[in-house]
């Protein structure tokens, strides 16, 4: 049996056509492209809103505010929003078997395993926020200012050299066959952030009553916003099998219900512990929180408007709700670096008695 030329060269063409990458099975559409595009797009804004906070967030705070910046405020703030962030995806991360396992017929694709990378980060801000505690909380200069070994001598030495460990350590879990046993380590981390906001030494009443309060909090912040991370990019593997996505997201959305009521109620009982209510436009603390508050506000306008589309969607259809979803990650994402922020302003001053604690 003898080929003829055309189809030798119709094979030849339609070989060089795959080779270039323009057609074929396996080529990318023009949709997928676009869509490529626009989360590449999106993932850059946030990242820049992200460096704009640390860049520009201090000075707007403690504008005409008559308190000084504390040394390295730019400097802590990145760092802290970097610690964060990694906390949130790595948390994000732990949830996955827990979501997954109460989802019927859950297909197997999964996420790219970002939890490597986010420890990574995590423990690499964590060291250099315990060199400057080190330091007296004062950025070195030089090389030679590094006092490592004086973090054994402060509560606040210990805390941050616990935070280094813990995000070794969740990084190792994460990695194992049971990623969720990261959850304890990255609750150390949490609880670690509590002590270190609540000196036992201070003016503050009750300093247990504070760290509870702000591990609530903070906890529940991280699962939240990575949380909704880890089950968008989950949702975007499972678009071929819609009903388990629209479960998986309506499961979030319970939990996630669940997550606001104590970022709420621990969000307020910290905050009228810590700001004396006629500060919160006087202060750089109550500025930074007043804008918390404003993205926080947005974010949950956005969570109910994706939970109506999903709930109105007559197939179990979850692509409706993608959008306000998707716009909802990225402000959790400047809700973090406005946290970060927030942890690195002066404290407010009482001059009198607390109203509540």
């Known amino acids: 049996m003898t080929v003829s030329r055309p189809s030798v060269a119709a094979a030849g063409a339609e070989s060089a056509e795959d080779t270039d990458g323009s057609v074929g099975p396996d080529a990318p559409s023009a949709a997928e492209r676009r869509s490529a595009l626009r989360r590449g797009g999106a993932v850059v804004v946030l990242v820049l809103l992200a460096a704009l906070v640390p860049l520009l967030g201090p ?41 997954t396992r109460r989802v019927p017929d859950a297909p197997e694709p999964r996420p790219a395993n970002w939890s490597g990378t986010a420890a990574f980060l995590g423990a690499l801000a964590a060291v250099g926020l315990a060199l400057i505690v080190a330091n007296g909380n004062i950025p070195p200069d030089t090389l030679s200012e590094l006092r490592p070994g004086r973090l054994w001598q402060t509560t606040d030495g210990r805390l941050a050299l616990l935070e280094v460990n813990a995000f070794i350590a969740a990084g190792f879990c994460a990695q194992s066959r049971r990623p969720g046993s990261a959850a304890l380590p990255l609750a150390v981390v949490a609880a670690a952030e509590a002590l270190r906001a609540h000196p036992s030494i201070g003016p503050e009443e009750d300093p247990l009553v504070g760290s509870a309060l702000t591990f609530v909090h903070l906890a529940s912040a991280t699962l939240w916003a990575g949380g909704l991370l880890w089950v968008l990019r989950t949702m975007r593997l499972w678009r071929p099998w819609p009903r388990p996505a629209a479960a998986l997201l309506g499961l979030y959305a319970r939990v996630a219900a669940v ?47 994706a939970r109506v589309r999903l709930g109105r969607s007559q197939r179990g259809d979850p692509w409706a709700a993608m959008v306000p979803a998707r716009a909802e990650v990225v402000l959790l994402g400047l809700v973090v670096a406005v946290s970060a922020l927030l942890t690195a302003v002066p404290a407010p001053i009482w001059w009198d008695r607390p109203l509540w604690g």
Do not use: N, Q
């Not at 949130?88 to 979501?99: E, I, P, Q």
């Open 259 to 305: 997550l606001f009521a104590a970022i709420t109620a621990s969000g307020i009982c910290s905050t009228l512990r810590k700001l004396p209510l006629d500060s919160v436009f006087t202060t750089a603390y109550g500025r930074v929180l007043f804008a918390k508050l404003l993205l926080v506000v947005v974010i949950a306008g956005l969570a109910v408007l």
């Open 59 to 99: 000075d707007l705070a403690l504008y005409e505010s008559g308190e000084a910046a504390a040394p390295g405020i730019d400097l802590v703030t990145l760092l802290r929003t970097v610690m964060f962030g990694a906390l949130c995806v790595l948390a994000g991360h732990a949830a996955d078997g827990w979501l």
